[in-house]
């Protein structure tokens, strides 16, 4: 049974951000859309709820108010904006669950900004010690949210975090989204899938896949 859940989307107009937002408007799930163009986040609420009439969904202003009533976060900024809207929602985040979708890539796409031993999604724990810090979303493209059947096979979401109860909700965003959710381990599994959507923009950038693909485990 689909429990309602409110949803901060932080960067909600973003690439990104927009993919979530119309992904999980599928759900009885009340959205709080923030960007730092207000006027565009009224009007992706505005296109969401023609598309869905049912849904309850709002661009919010503030950062700060779309956390405080939220039940879970979902960062959809770049690496680099992660520490300062950490610092503007930590009083908010207490005891949230808040999705890291970020990848730590360098300009030239050819490694990443973190060292070997963190990731971004530990590095947002540590700014967040109160919340539940997941990674999520991270592996996939925008593209995939509208189309994540690829070439007749489901795409995978790998999911990565330190709580169990947490990890379990945002497995059920991932197949709201439409996707195969894959639970990787702890949150320190953050390290390989950020690393592994490194390499999925590589190979993208040298095949051309024209920024559709995604991951997939094929077993028996």
């Known amino acids: 049974m689909h429990v309602k859940q409110t949803i901060a989307i932080i960067g909600a107009t973003g690439n ?4 979530i937002a119309k992904s999980l408007a599928k759900e009885e799930n009340r959205l709080l859309l923030f960007s730092s163009n207000l006027q565009k986040a009224q009007l992706l609420a505005e296109e969401i709820k ?16 779309a956390s405080w009533e939220a039940d879970i976060i979902i960062l959809a900024v770049p690496y680099q904006a992660e520490a300062e ?37 530990e590095e947002l724990q540590k700014l967040l010690p109160d919340s539940k810090v997941i990674k999520a979303f991270n592996t996939t493209y925008a593209a ?21 109860s947490a990890v379990t909700v ?5 197949r709201t989204a439409g996707f195969n959710p894959v639970i990787a381990g702890p949150l320190a ?32």
Request: contains cysteine.
């Open 189 to 220: 599994v953050s390290r390989t899938l950020e690393n592994m959507q490194l390499l999925m923009i590589q190979l993208t950038m040298k095949y051309n896949y024209n920024w559709h693909a995604g991951w997939k485990i094929l077993h028996n």
């Open 170 to 174: 945002v497995e059920e965003l991932a």
């Open 144 to 164: 995939d949210f509208a189309q994540p059947v690829i070439d007749g096979k489901q795409t995978d979401a790998f999911i990565a975090g330190d709580h169990s």
């Open 50 to 65: 023609s598309n869905n009439a049912a849904v309850e969904v709002e661009g919010i202003a503030c950062p700060v108010d």
């Open 16 to 19: 990104m951000g927009q993919a």
């Open 85 to 121: 809207t950490a610092k503007k929602i930590k009083d908010v985040a207490r005891q949230k669950i808040v999705i890291s979708i970020s990848n730590p890539l360098n300009a030239t796409y050819d490694g990443l900004v973190t060292s070997a031993d963190t990731s971004a999604a």
